[in-house]
């Protein structure tokens, strides 16, 4: 069975198979730091699975908005936090981090990709492109998550 360890304080991300470490990555979470409150672009902690995988078969770098991929000749909205390549929508199992699904708190690729490795998103672990998209090819819906300081 494999199983997703986001660790805040190392900035990694470990995917591990009958809790084996398998693939090891560099990941962003929150220059917020750790919560669970409703707008706080914090990165919650705890129990977590996926709850739904998009962007299954698009082209590395596709930016999402609101989960749906932008067509190449639409114009990205004015963030500097898009949200690209793949997304792995966490859903939150334990009390304190049950409203993760709601708060859109997602592990995705980035546009920017040399700030990977520090904290510096919005409260989602983001990831380098190719990462996530190998992330993506190699976890199921369900698969459990760890996200620990």
């Known amino acids: 069975m494999k199983s997703i360890h986001v660790s805040i304080r190392d900035q990694h991300l470990t995917l591990k198979e009958n809790e084996r470490p398998i693939r090891t990555y ?25 709850a739904k995988k998009i962007g299954s078969d698009m082209p590395s770098g596709t930016i999402f908005v609101g989960r749906v991929p932008l067509q190449p000749d639409e ?8 949200v690209t390549s793949r997304i792995l929508w966490l859903d939150g199992l334990d009390e304190q981090n049950a409203n993760t699904r709601d708060r859109f708190v997602y592990i995705h690729g980035t546009t920017h990709e ?29 698969t459990p998550v760890v996200i620990e300081a």
């Open 114 to 142: 040399d700030k990977i490795g520090t904290a510096a998103s919005h409260g989602c672990v983001r990831m380098r492109n190719a990462d996530v998209i190998e992330l993506f090819e190699m976890v199921d819906d369900g």
């Open 75 to 82: 114009a990205p909205p004015p963030t500097e936090d898009l």
């Open 26 to 50: 560099p990941v962003s979470t929150s220059r917020f730091g750790i919560g669970t409150e409703e707008g706080s672009f914090k990165t919650p902690t705890g129990r977590f699975c996926v």
